[in-house]
């Protein structure tokens, strides 16, 4: 099965933690600090002058050449909807051109409570964010942005930060259906993403130079996504800029610099409970919500 064939994103979540760690990619004060965490940005940072113009932007990427054998192409933004076979065995090419597939591959829905992945055909105009507290394996905060009728997700293992001056690693999951975003209970222990998940942000978010859905396509694809959130803990601006490493994308997650920053908050150590529920990660796991419907 896939499951085992590929790595999963919680797998991916320790073992990136750990090589980002030894690399030291989030320590903001280290002066070594992320070498390659810092070429990416001062890349995207190049790209961000010209972002008026993104396809000219992306041509004179360096990068961009590299990217072209990835995923990250540009003009391929409508991918996830137009169902178009791909020529490529990518994995995640794959998963693009099938919306939610490789979420739905990943999961046995007789056996956890997630919702089954389906792209709704109308989808409201105000974009939504979520952000997901997940104590799996490793504990990290599920960082979702609703784009072409899935969430964007990254798992970030530190979680946000409203300091400037921390750059956070966020790696890129597999694409989440937008009925996630109401999900806080447990996934059954030994089945993909095992643990107690606890909806700890939500709201709405938009492009940040007002460029609509568009400007989020392009940013996203050039792996420097610049949004504002509307949510009842995280708000303003911030960025999500992919960083220039093989493998499955990572990027890191970054507020700006606004009325909403605050370098001496500690936003996760803050706030613990449920925005919805208002529940502890403690009273969600006894909530005895964990289901199996057909265990014989
Ligand atoms: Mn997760």
């Known amino acids: 099965m896939p499951a085992s064939r590929a790595c999963s994103s919680h797998q991916l979540v320790s073992m ?32 961000a002058k010209t972002a008026q113009s993104g396809a000219k932007a992306a041509k004179k990427r360096p990068s961009s050449a590299k990217r ?17 076979p791909s020529s490529s ?22 056996r956890t409570a997630e919702p089954a992945g389906k ?24 960082f979702r942005l609703e784009l072409d ?35 806080e209970g447990t996934i059954p222990a030994g089945e993909y993403g095992g643990g107690t998940v606890m909806l700890w942000d939500r709201g709405t978010y938009e492009a940040e130079d007002g460029g609509g859905v568009e400007a989020l396509r392009r940013g996203y694809e050039k792996g420097d996504l610049k949004f504002v959130l509307h949510g009842e803990r995280l708000r303003g601006s911030w960025v ?28 996760t150590g803050e706030e613990t409970t449920s925005v919805v529920t208002d529940r502890s990660m403690d009273e969600i796991a006894s909530g005895r919500r964990v289901w199996h419907s057909n265990r014989s």
């Open 89 to 110: 065995s990518n994995r995640a090419q794959a998963s693009r051109s099938a919306p939610l597939a490789e979420y739905n591959r990943k999961r046995d829905f007789t």
């Open 240 to 267: 999500l800029v992919r960083m220039q490493r093989p493998g499955r994308p990572q990027w890191l997650l970054i507020k700006h610099r606004d009325d909403e920053a605050d370098a001496r908050r500690d936003i």
């Open 149 to 183: 009728g899935v969430m964007k997700s990254w798992a970030v293992p530190k979680g946000p930060s409203l300091d400037p001056s921390v750059r956070r690693l966020a790696m890129e999951v597999e694409d989440h259906p937008i009925s996630y975003n109401t999900f």
């Open 16 to 47: 990136a933690t750990r090589r980002a760690s030894k690399r030291g990619t989030e320590r903001s004060t280290s002066a070594k600090r992320g070498a390659t965490a810092k070429r990416g940005v001062k890349a995207a940072k190049g790209g």
């Open 68 to 84: 072209s054998s990835s995923t990250r192409r540009p003009g391929s933004t409508g991918g996830s909807r137009s169902g178009k």
């Open 119 to 142: 792209v709704p055909k109308r989808v409201g105009r105000a974009l939504h964010f979520v952000i997901q507290k997940h104590a799996a394996s490793h504990l990290h905060y599920d």
